[in-house]
């Protein structure tokens, strides 16, 4: 093969590579199922206290950007009377490094888990209906839906092309192992911006809305980096317990 035709042949054979690899945002031209995205939580007693200002700096910009872009003013943690941070560093690549935030709205117990490339808020339902949902039952969920309406960003109308809106298809009751989603047509693998998919699971009486965090320039979620958040210092000061927030 000459000069000209391999270069030709590569062209060609590239191109069409990278063609399968984008296709649309349905996903109707991908060989390939979409990615299931979930972080690896851990118990409670596993995290270690920190303050959020102590966050290594890059963490912490992380951080308050993803939680600024994701809820209205005043329902930033830093925003209210009490909030809790702590952290967890991954022992492995199976795991995720962990920022774990808490704090109370209207009397639910709201909790910020993020990872690399997720923000999970969980909302923990009301005893009487956690009880309700554990014993097969369904409750109504208008209280919770408005509740997420009040403390999301669910429309931005500025004009720009980041202009969006948000539309979560809530049912009139909820029950256990129920899930919906904004955007269920929009591949997360082909994601760019976590406005175009918002998808909400409900699970043993808490009602969890996942954003997706990833870089327009990745065509899927290295799940692998999950483990590598921190940096070496930081994981080291987790693990031998010498964090100045604690």
Not at 159 to 183: A, Q, T
Request: net charge negative; charged share 30%; hydrophobic share 40%.
């Amino acid at each position: 093969m000459d000069e000209q035709k391999l270069v030709m042949y590569l062209i060609v054979t590239i191109g069409g590579m990278v063609m399968v690899a984008e296709g649309d945002d349905t996903g109707s031209t991908h060989r390939f199922p979409d990615q299931e995205v979930d972080v690896v939580d851990q118990s409670r007693s596993s995290f270690v206290p920190i303050q959020l200002s102590d966050l290594p700096s890059s963490i912490s910009l992380t951080v308050r950007g993803r939680l600024v872009a994701m809820l209205e003013p005043g329902y930033r943690p830093w925003e209210r009377e009490e909030y809790y941070v702590a952290v967890y560093a991954a022992a492995d690549q199976e795991e995720s490094d962990l920022v774990d935030v808490r704090y109370v709205v209207d009397e639910y117990e709201v909790r910020l888990l993020l990872d690399q490339f997720l923000v999970v808020m969980q909302i923990q339902l009301a005893k009487s209906d956690q009880r309700t949902l554990a014993e097969g039952g369904e409750v109504p969920s208008e209280q919770i839906s408005l509740l997420c309406e009040r403390m999301m960003r669910l429309k931005s109308d500025d004009g720009s092309l980041r202009s969006y809106e948000i539309v979560l298809p809530w049912p009139k009751k909820l029950k256990n192992g129920m899930s919906f989603s904004s955007n269920p047509d929009q591949r997360r693998m082909a994601m760019g911006r976590w406005t175009q998919r918002v998808d909400v699971k409900v699970e043993d009486g808490v009602v969890k809305l996942y954003a997706y965090w990833k870089s327009d320039r990745l065509m899927h979620f290295p799940l692998e980096l999950r483990s590598q958040w921190f940096d070496a210092d930081f994981r080291s000061a987790i693990q031998r317990g010498t964090l100045s927030g604690e």
